[in-house]
């Protein structure tokens, strides 16, 4: 059989399966399936985004867990291939799992690849519970401590850790005062100040008293997938 027959008895047999009635126990199956390659992987845990039910789950995750543990042994070529494994897995499962898969976004979040830490913090902001706010109001400092470039990835992180943080900090609350008060502190060291202040009106340092910034009031994450 060659590349092109292959492939599309591949996509006959993926389109089957996401059609029928019990997709997510059919996807979750294909998923199993070790004579997938990478691309095929990657293609089927996408599938189970958007289906419900525990195979797909624990399919997912599973199929997660072993890129995790691959990603540091791959070589050069083949890294990238379990990279963006492991973000498809992220979005699938911040897709069907929601607030329920929020450790697999915080480990997503403190990894030591770019594309990786980015998908992470999207699903965080997005769908991620208050689990982790420590934890990432502390890693937004420590990004705050130099000057980010605008535009560059460290930009995105910051401002998509601070949607996350954001969401989880009711107005007047200490969680809301202390997110405030160390943006207002490292202003001039964010990639994009402006989009704060569009997101937030009055953030910005000499604005409105940080007891009266309706954080999650004022901005919705919008999901980046």
Known sequence: ?????????????????????DADHELAGMLSDPALDMHERSLVAAALGGTRGPAGSAAVRKTLDTAWEKY??????HRPWER???????????RRDGSAATDVYVSAALHENTNVRRYGLYALAAVGDDRAWETIMTQLAEILKRKITPDGPRSDEASTAAEYLARHSPQGSERAIRLITL????????????LL????????????S???IDLPGLHTV????
């Open 183 to 194: 943006l207002r502190e490292q202003w001039r060291n964010l990639g994009d100040p402006d």
């Open 197 to 208: 202040e569009r997101w937030w009106p009055g953030i910005a340092p000499g604005g409105s």
């Open 1 to 21: 059989m060659n590349y092109t027959e292959r492939a599309e008895k591949f996509e006959a047999t993926l389109s089957a399966a996401a059609a029928s009635s």
């Open 72 to 77: 540091p042994r791959a070589s050069k070529s």
């Open 222 to 225: 919008q999901h980046r997938w």
């Open 84 to 94: 963006d494994l492991i973000c498809t897995c992220i979005i699938a499962l911040a």
């Open 210 to 212: 940080a007891a009266a």
